[in-house]
């Protein structure tokens, strides 16, 4: 099991930038896949980005490709999401989560908020 907890939410005006950190503990970043996801008031959860265990590949939304970085540093055991001209339609709750290799993402962090006002 792998303990995950975000940080870095806030409030940010369109255009303006936010870095999402994710603490993992209880099992190394590097052995998991990881990936953030988003769920908005009244919409289903969705998948944003992704960094697979085996060489690091990301993956992206289309809705944030060129304006998101998903990074990990192994030596703090941390995952971040660099997040860059944000919109308004980015505002939601941002939830880092771990496939620690059952091919399903099993544990979740409780969540950060991100409100980006126009």
């Known amino acids: 099991q792998v303990q995950l907890v975000e940080s870095g939410g806030g409030l940010v005006q369109a255009g303006g930038s936010l870095r999402l950190s994710c603490a993992a503990s209880?099992?190394?970043?590097?052995?998991?896949?990881m990936a953030w996801f988003r769920q908005a008031p009244g919409k289903e959860r969705e998948f944003v980005a992704g960094?697979?265990?085996?060489?690091?590949?990301?993956t992206y939304a289309d809705s944030v490709k060129g304006r998101f970085t998903i990074s990990r540093d192994n030596a703090k055991n941390t995952m971040y999401l660099q997040m860059n001209s944000l919109k308004p339609e980015d505002t939601a709750v941002y939830f880092c989560?771990?496939?620690?290799?059952?091919?399903?993402?099993?544990?979740w962090g409780q969540g950060t908020q991100v409100t980006v006002s126009s």
């Open positions: 989560a771990a496939d620690l290799g059952s091919s399903t993402y099993d544990s």
């Open positions: 960094i697979s265990r085996l060489g690091g590949r990301t």
């Open positions: 209880g099992r190394a970043v590097s052995t998991c896949t």
